[in-house]
T-cell receptor, first 110, second 111 residues
Framework: DAGITQSPRHKVTETGTPVTLRCHQT?????MYWYRQDPGHGLRLIHY???????DKGEVSDGYSVSRSKTEDFLLTLESATSSQTSVYFC?????????FGPGTRLTVT | QKEVEQNSGPLSVPEGAIASLNCTYS??????FFWYRQYSGKSPELIMS????GDKEDGRFTAQLNKASQYVSLLIRDSQPSDSATYLC???????????FGQGTRLTINP
């Protein structure tokens, strides 16, 4: 299996609190992606990175920020969590073609 | 218009038949195309990739690409109950490396 992990795997938080999800890879892949998955919506791209400190927005970036200070880590931050951000979050890594996915993080905002 | 569109299903196919899944994309500059399979509660896993017009076969799976019509399809021959899953179509736009997915098609193979 590709070396990609996500932490935490499950989290319950309250509305208005900040939350940071971590994606860690050991593959030295250049590209990293954050998606959210909700019923009926498939995988929607939040943000992606094409190198250290190089990031760009996806289709559902409002309310989310990201950082990539080193190749192996890509952090997703919800500055002030809302109930609409309750979802399963997947990280993926790529060397420019297909992506390999992490195990996912189930986030519940109450 | 969504960048990648799929019929969300559910698609129900009898065991042993051919399952046909379709996907259309809006950006003509899209360069690479992928099919992922996702079992309930699991992560998506890559099953096929295709980069040029025509058919690509891998075991029971065949991916078909038609860039002029902007569609990609996946055929599953001799469908098995273990093929029951959600199938996600994804595309990468040349130069942008933005990997975008459709909403997925839920496939059920009936014994």
């Amino acid at each position: 299996d590709a070396g990609i992990t996500q932490s935490p795997r499950h989290k319950v938080t309250e509305t208005g609190t900040p939350v940071t999800l971590r994606c860690h890879q050991t593959e030295n892949h250049r590209y990293m992606y954050w998606y959210r998955q909700d019923p009926g919506h498939g995988l929607r791209l939040i943000h992606y990175s094409y190198g250290v400190k190089d990031t760009d927005k996806g289709e559902v970036s409002d309310g989310y920020s990201v950082s990539r200070s080193k190749t192996e880590d890509f952090l997703l931050t919800l500055e002030s969590a809302t109930s609409s951000q309750t979802s399963v979050y997947f990280c993926a890594i790529s060397e420019g073609t297909s992506g390999v996915f992490g195990p996912g993080t189930r986030l519940t905002v109450t | 218009q969504k960048e990648v569109e799929q019929n969300s299903g559910p698609l129900s196919v009898p065991e042993g038949a051919i399952a046909s899944l379709n996907c259309t994309y809006s950006d003509r500059v899209s360069q690479s195309f992928f099919w992922y399979r996702q079992y309930s509660g699991k992560s998506p896993e890559l099953i096929m990739s295709i980069y040029s017009n025509g058919d690509k076969e891998d075991g029971r799976f065949t991916a078909q690409l038609n860039k002029a019509s902007q569609y990609v399809s996946l055929l599953i021959r001799d469908s098995q109950p273990s093929d029951s899953a959600t199938y996600l179509c994804a595309v990468i736009r040349q130069g942008a490396q933005k990997l975008v997915f459709g909403q997925g098609t839920r496939l059920t193979i009936n014994p």
